[in-house]
């Protein structure tokens, strides 16, 4: 995208915010605008997608065509999760070694290590929102990942202390591709263009630690967020390499638990 496409926008409008975030990301960059009361750029530019009105030649990606794009994200997060199980331990990346430095450092302090999240694991990749849903002209990408810990003791939802839950989401998916898969800046771009990903990464002891599930819940500013999320849920079938349906009882089958507090 080229600057000069902007100058089709009133600057100040929701289009124009909008517009600018993709020009920003096709620079590597993240949003930088504020819109009408709201100067964190990404809560800005999340009001804005909420309002913003393009004329049907010139409107936002279709239903079919983010389902497409969530469906290559899957499988770059499968094929490049591949390569890092392949890749030395001396040549990893910055997301892994800080795996290995955390982990030295409960071990020097007399903690119980769990060794076992050194090696990179994802068992899941589960679409949700407005493009499972299948929304005729959806805003953004909403992805949950369930791994080992391996991404998410990094990689994860806001502390208490973060005001802004929604924010990080982005974040998240920029942080793992990066830190962990080599993809940034402009190869990011290439691959993904200006889709808006908000990415939930999440260990498996959400499902077999109510308790710790419980602390999730009520970190969150929508305290019922987890139970709408897996009533439209659809989880990547890699054998069918797509997006598939899935009931919430999957989830208890597959991570062998109850989730009878989200029913």
Aim: proline content about 5%.
């Amino acid at each position: 995208m080229k600057k000069r496409d902007l100058d089709k926008y009133i600057p100040g409008t929701a289009e124009y915010v909008v517009m600018h975030s993709r020009y920003q990301k096709s620079r590597g960059r993240g949003p930088s605008m504020s819109f009408w009361d709201q100067r964190n750029p990404r809560r800005a530019l999340r009001l804005a997608r909420a309002i913003a009105y393009f004329p049907e030649e010139m409107a936002l990606p279709s239903a079919k065509d983010m389902m497409e794009k969530a469906e290559k994200i899957a499988r770059v997060i499968y094929d490049k999760l591949y390569d890092l199980q392949q890749t030395p331990l001396k040549d990893v990346g910055l997301g892994s070694m800080l795996s290995l430095f955390m982990l030295s450092s409960e071990l020097k302090a007399g903690k119980d290590v769990d060794w076992s999240i050194i090696a990179p694991e994802i068992s899941e990749v589960y679409l949700f929102g407005s493009v499972a849903r299948g929304e005729k002209y959806p805003h953004d990408i909403d992805l949950i990942v369930i791994d080992n810990g391996h991404f998410s003791q990094f990689v994860a939802e806001p502390t208490p202390a973060q005001d802004d839950w929604y924010a990080c989401l982005p974040d998240n998916f920029s942080w793992l591709m990066s830190a962990w898969f080599g993809i940034e800046g402009k190869k990011h771009y290439e691959l993904f263009g200006d889709v808006h990903v908000d990415l939930h990464l999440l260990p498996e002891e959400f499902f077999t630690d109510d308790e710790y599930r419980f602390e999730v819940k009520d970190r969150h500013h929508d305290e019922r967020f987890f139970e709408k999320a897996f009533g439209d849920l659809q989880r990547f079938d890699r054998e069918l390499d797509k997006f598939v349906p899935v009931p919430m009882t999957h989830l208890e089958e597959r991570f062998d638990c109850s989730l009878a507090d989200l029913h």
